[in-house]
């Protein structure tokens, strides 16, 4: 086999929820954040009415899922984001108010860092031990600052589909890999000026639903990432369920945590070859 899972599955299939609310908005756009309703509105969907219906389905299937939350969506919206705790799924880091990481400097990005641990403890309790970047935008920097501040993994870069290390001076940082093509974004994000830009349901469970095959035989990691806000709409979820039922009919399917994979990484220290060394 190309990776060995626990108990000899064929593969692994993690559920991601990446809950922004207004958190991305707001960076990018302060001005406008300040005074457009509709575009916050919109992404306060996400912890009003999609994390119950993302709740209500991993328990109707006892699936386990990790939850990459903003320091800036723990601070505004407490209640959501303590029913995820509730529930007892992982809680992962995803910046404090969704900073995309290019667009800071090392001084900035500590900063960041350390105000986003402050928040997890200070409202949850929790110090988080994954990670995963804004925007999936990582700097040459950041696998050593987030070794330094003891985390064990991080979920933003595409340089494979099973595990991987990148190499820190702190030592080696477990790497969960994603890819745009298991992201609901690209699919169902609207955007001003694009035409035929939302993809319907049907499309993307299918696209979904093949790379999920494709990832069985190749005894891949298959990491779906989603948004509360993009995908906790209605007829989404039900496409979402149809995943979750078919790949529910194959067998030896790991369903894991981020974290869950992350410490298979680190136990077996498995596909060595492709360690990214970070000076």
């Known amino acids: 086999m190309r990776y060995r899972w626990p108990n000899n599955a064929q593969c692994a299939v993690v559920l991601s929820w990446d809950v922004d609310a ?9 001005k406008e954040a300040a005074s457009e309703l509709d575009q916050m509105e919109e992404r306060r969907f996400g912890v009003r009415t999609g994390v119950s219906r993302i709740l209500r389905l991993l ?15 723990i601070e505004h919206h407490t209640k959501a984001v303590e029913a995820i705790v509730a529930a007892g799924y992982e809680m992962a880091c995803h910046g404090n108010v969704h900073e995309t990481l290019n667009t800071l400097d090392e001084e900035a990005e500590r900063r960041v860092l350390k105000e986003q641990l402050d928040i997890y403890q200070k409202y949850l309790g929790i110090r988080p031990t994954g990670y995963r970047s804004p925007s999936w935008s990582l700097n040459m920097r950041t696998p050593a600052l987030l070794k330094e501040h003891g985390f064990l993994y991080d979920s933003s870069l595409m340089g494979d589909d099973i595990p991987y ?5 702190h030592g080696e940082l477990a790497e969960i890999p994603v890819q745009w093509l298991l ?3 690209p699919f169902y994000r609207h955007v001003y000026g694009a035409t035929n830009a939302i993809a319907d349901p049907d499309r ?8 999920f095959q494709g990832m069985y035989q190749e005894n891949g990691c298959f990491v779906l990432t989603m948004h509360p806000w993009i995908s906790g709409r209605a007829g989404r979820m ?3 369920e149809q995943l979750i039922r078919a790949i529910k009919a194959e067998p ?14 680190i136990e077996t220290r498995q596909n060595l070859d492709v360690t990214v060394p970070i000076p």
């Open 183 to 185: 992201d609901d974004a």
């Open 22 to 30: 207004e958190s991305g908005y707001v960076y990018r756009f302060p």
């Open 204 to 211: 993307v469970i299918r696209l979904w639903t093949q790379e």
């Open 238 to 240: 039900l496409g979402l």
């Open 252 to 265: 030896g399917v790991w369903w894991a945590t981020c974290k869950q994979v992350a410490e298979w990484q």
């Open 59 to 73: 328990e109707k299937y006892e699936l386990p899922a990790t939850f990459f939350v903003p320091g800036y969506t």
């Open 165 to 169: 290390f990148v190499g820190t001076p």
